[in-house]
T-cell receptor, first 115, second 112 residues
Framework: GAGVSQSPSNKVTEKGKDVELRCDPI?????LYWYRQSLGQGLEFLIY????????KSGLPSDRFSAERTGGSVSTLTIQRTQQEDSAVYLC?????????????FGPGTRLTVL | QKEVEQNSGPLSVPEGAIASLNCTYS??????FFWYRQYSGKSPELIMF????GDKEDGRFTAQLNKASQYVSLLIRDSQPSDSATYLC????????????FGAGTILRVKS
C-alpha cells in the first residue's frame, strides 16, 4: 500500500496499562506528525518529527506520552499508565517535509479505549 | 488568539447552493494553506492547497487566499449531500519550522 498505515486499528486497554501505537509513513516522507482526536473534537497536535532534527514535542499532554521514530521511518507513540481521558483516536500523518506545499496525508487512525 | 480560526458551524446550505467556508490565521509568515475534509469516523482527507494570493479552482472547489487580510476560504459550488462533513483549514507557520497548524473545523450540512 502507498498510504500511511497505523496499527492496531483498535486498542482496548485497562487503566494503568502501557500501550504502543505504530505508524508507518509513506515511503520517502521525511515529516511525521501524531495527533489525537476525541469524539466530536478537533485535531490535537501531539508531536512532529522532521528528518534528523529534534522532534517538536510541544503538544504532548503529559510525561506519560512519548514517541520515537527509528531510522527516519516508522514511529511509535507510547502512552504509559493509561488513563480514561486518554481514550481517543490517535492519527498519524506524513508529508514530504520541506515541501509541505503538497500537504500531509493521514493514516486511518488507532481508536484507543481505556476502561 | 488562536493561530488558525474557523467558525465551528454548523453551516447549513441547500443542495445546489454555494457553500462558503472561511479561515483566518495569525502568522503573517505563513506560506502554505490547506483544506481538509473529514467525514464522521474517518481521517482527514486533503482536498485543496494554495500558496499564492488569489483563487485556485479544482472542479467544484475554489480556494481563495488573501495574505494581506490573513484570510483563506473554500467555496464549494453545486453543493451535494455528500459534501456534508467537517472542513479543516490548515496553515504552515514559520514559527514552528513549517509545521502544519489546524483550525478546529467547520461542520457543513448540505440539505437535500
Amino acid at each position: 500500500g502507498a498510504g500511511v498505515s497505523q496499527s492496531p486499528s483498535n486498542k482496548v486497554t485497562e487503566k494503568g496499562k502501557d500501550v504502543e501505537l505504530r505508524c508507518d509513513p509513506i515511503s520517502g516522507h521525511t515529516a511525521l506528525y501524531w495527533y489525537r482526536q476525541s469524539l466530536g473534537q478537533g485535531l490535537e497536535f501531539l508531536i512532529y518529527f522532521q528528518g534528523n532534527s529534534a522532534p517538536d514535542k510541544s503538544g504532548l499532554p503529559s510525561d506519560r506520552f512519548s514517541a520515537e521514530r527509528t531510522g527516519g521511518s516508522v514511529s511509535t507513540l507510547t502512552i504509559q499508565r493509561t488513563q480514561q481521558e486518554d481514550s481517543a483516536v490517535y492519527l498519524c500523518a506524513s508529508s514530504l517535509g520541506g515541501q509541505v506545499a503538497v500537504g500531509q496525508f493521514f493514516g486511518p487512525g488507532t481508536r484507543l479505549t481505556v476502561l | 488568539q488562536k493561530e488558525v480560526e474557523q467558525n465551528s458551524g454548523p453551516l447549513s446550505v441547500p443542495e445546489g447552493a454555494i457553500a462558503s467556508l472561511n479561515c483566518t490565521y495569525s502568522d503573517r509568515g505563513s506560506q502554505s494553506f490547506f483544506w481538509y475534509r473529514q467525514y464522521s469516523g474517518k481521517s482527514p482527507e486533503l482536498i485543496m492547497f494554495i500558496y499564492s494570493n488569489g483563487d485556485k479552482e479544482d472542479g467544484r472547489f475554489t480556494a481563495q487566499l488573501n495574505k494581506a487580510s490573513q484570510y483563506v476560504s473554500l467555496l464549494i459550488r453545486d453543493s451535494q449531500p455528500s459534501d456534508s462533513a467537517t472542513y479543516l483549514c490548515a496553515v504552515t507557520t514559520m514559527e514552528y519550522g513549517n509545521k502544519l497548524v489546524f483550525g478546529a473545523g467547520t461542520i457543513l450540512r448540505v440539505k437535500s
